[in-house]
């Protein structure tokens, strides 16, 4: 079993920057695929970005492509989110979570999720 644990949301104008920490905990972290979704109330949970455990290959949404950056540290079993040039439309809950599938970009095939971490955009 594994558990997630995000950090670092909060409040930030647009064009700002904020940097989201995950750490896991109870698993081979490098074993896993590791992204970041986020949900606005009333929506579905988006994917936003992933970095595979497969070929350590990054993906983005298209929404977000060029404006943030995810890594991963193996030894410290924990994955950043550093978002540049944000906009209020990014203002959400913001979700790690981690999986084992190849169909990285479908949240159903995921296994284990953090508790979110509110992230809030002022115009």
């Known amino acids: 079993q594994v558990q997630l644990v995000e950090s670092g949301g909060g409040l930030v104008q647009a064009g700002g920057s904020l940097r989201l920490s995950c750490t896991a905990s109870?698993?081979?972290?490098?074993?896993?695929?590791m992204s970041w979704f986020r949900q606005v109330l009333g929506k579905e949970r988006e994917f936003v970005a992933c970095?595979?455990?497969?070929?350590?290959?990054?993906y983005y949404a298209d929404s977000v492509e060029g404006r943030f950056t995810i890594s991963r540290d193996n030894g410290k079993n924990t994955v950043y989110l550093q978002m540049n040039s944000l906009q209020f439309e990014d203002t959400a809950v913001y979700y790690c979570?981690?999986?084992?599938?190849?169909?990285?970009?479908?949240?159903?095939?995921?296994?284990?999720w953090g508790q979110g971490a509110q992230v809030t955009v002022s115009s």
């Open positions: 979570a981690a999986t084992t599938s190849l169909m990285f970009a479908l949240k159903d095939k995921y296994d284990f």
């Open positions: 109870g698993g081979t972290f490098s074993r896993y695929t």
């Open positions: 970095n595979t455990w497969t070929t350590g290959n990054s």
